[in-house]
């Protein structure tokens, strides 16, 4: 059986290898080192997209923070 395409960009991520507890810092303010790394990942946006559809609740995915997911979240109902 095939895996699942639609995560291939994981493949290409570049928090491969890091310490995944940056990624779920304990507040929007402490979410800067994880911040660094997603601002230089090739595929970030896939990532946060992913994030955004699957509702997840924690952790720093595609350089967004939960909190800032939510509010993407609203705004585009908002526009929708
Ligand atoms: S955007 Fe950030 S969390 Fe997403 S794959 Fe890239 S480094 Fe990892």
């Known amino acids: 059986m095939d895996k699942?395409?639609?995560l291939g960009?994981?493949?290409k991520a570049a928090c491969r290898g890091v310490d995944?507890?940056?990624f779920y810092p304990v507040s929007d303010e402490e979410a800067e080192e994880a911040r660094?790394?997603?601002y230089g990942c090739q595929v970030r946006q896939a990532c946060l997209e992913w994030a955004i559809g699957n509702r997840e609740r924690d952790g720093v995915w595609g350089g967004a923070t939960e909190r800032e997911r939510?509010?993407?979240i609203r705004q585009r109902r908002?526009?929708?």
């Open 20 to 22: 995944p507890d940056i």
């Open 9 to 11: 960009w994981r493949n």
């Open 70 to 72: 939510r509010r993407m």
């Open 36 to 38: 660094a790394i997603c």
């Open 4 to 6: 699942p395409k639609t």
């Open 78 to 80: 908002r526009s929708a």
